[in-house]
């Protein structure tokens, strides 16, 4: 699962309830989805899950 | 349409919310096939463990969206490492005659909440009957606004 090349970054996702993981983007798509699935009921793809993701050199500045 | 629940239990003897999202109001999305009490009670199940009582208390218009309020009483067991905050006591939001409040906070959707359960404690047989004792002194404070005015 890698979106235009992205996989080598390193990403961090957060949920508005504070939940947030950071690594690969494969690792962060596959635990946000699986997040958005069994806590808040939500279906989300790929694309939107990086599309809200900032790399994680960003988020932690 | 959204489920928003706060998971309440008793922290030695005072309510507390907590839940997977810690204190903060926990949102469930619900479809439109969905049964809202359904899917609220199987998500709870499955993340926190089973729940004491589930209960919507009240419904609002947020975030483009209508937006369920649901109180769910849980054992402290299943409390675990989740974060918990102590509920604290509250105004609550009013509406007009024929309108809703411009805006609710958190904390008046949560004092609401219990203080639907405390009615509910007095008038329904099976939350009398499933509420654990130690919520009957928690729940005789969450009395009609007028009265608590008075004391």
Redesign the interface.
């Known amino acids: 699962m890698t979106i235009d090349g992205a996989a080598e970054k390193r990403w961090t996702s957060r949920c508005a309830c504070g939940w947030s993981v950071t690594g690969s983007a494969d690792l962060v798509i596959a635990a946000t989805i699986e997040h958005g699935e069994r806590i808040h009921n939500m279906a989300a793809t790929a694309e939107q899950v990086m599309a809200r993701a900032v790399p994680a050199d960003d988020s932690e500045t | 349409m959204q489920a928003e629940v706060f998971v309440v239990w008793l922290d030695g003897g005072q309510p507390a919310l907590t839940g997977?999202?810690?204190p903060?109001p926990?949102?469930?999305?619900?479809?439109s096939g969905d049964h809202p009490v359904e899917?609220v009670e199987r998500?709870v199940r499955?993340?926190v463990g089973p729940p004491t009582l589930v209960h919507s208390t009240s419904w609002r218009r947020d975030r483009d969206a209508v937006v369920l309020s649901f109180v769910v009483v849980i054992d402290g067991e299943l409390v675990g490492e989740m974060e918990s905050a102590p509920i604290v006591r509250a105004s609550l939001a009013r509406s007009t005659a024929t309108a809703a409040p411009r805006h609710i906070e958190t904390s008046a959707v949560v004092e609401h909440g219990l203080r639907h359960l405390a009615w509910l404690a007095q008038d329904d047989a099976v939350v009398a009957e499933e509420l654990p004792a130690a919520w009957r002194p928690v729940l005789d404070g969450y009395v009609p606004e007028p009265f608590r005015s008075l004391g």
């Open positions: 997977p999202c810690g903060a926990w949102l469930i999305e619900l479809g899917v998500i499955d993340v």
